[in-house]
């Protein structure tokens, strides 16, 4: 599937986080990449190479084992990144509910 933007791609990507838990993790693996970067740049460089291990490693785990799908990842790295990112900071805001709601019920396509 192609995407000619990545206003476009944001309806897909949510609709493969459909799940809370699945929505939960990817939180957790963000928290926790960014945490181990600034521990990385502060103390020790070695620990850089656990960012992407945790970040990637929680996500992916979620869409194997709770939410059942292939990860968008695979198919499309940069706007998967920049989704997780914006859904991250939805979260936090406490935002990531009205988002769902807002892009209502779309057909789950499949990415590739």
Known sequence: ????SFDEFWPFYV???SKPATRRWHFAGTLLSAA?????AAFNWWA???VPVV???LAWYS????????????GHPLWSLLCDYKMF??????KMDREIKRLGKRPILNGF
């Open 36 to 40: 181990l970067l600034v521990y990385a």
């Open 63 to 74: 869409h194997l084992f709770v939410e059942g799908n292939v990860p968008a990842t695979f």
């Open 55 to 57: 970040g990637y490693g």
């Open 89 to 94: 900071g939805l979260m936090l805001t406490g």
């Open 48 to 50: 850089l190479f656990l």
């Open 1 to 4: 599937m192609n995407f000619r």
């Open 15 to 17: 609709s493969q986080h």
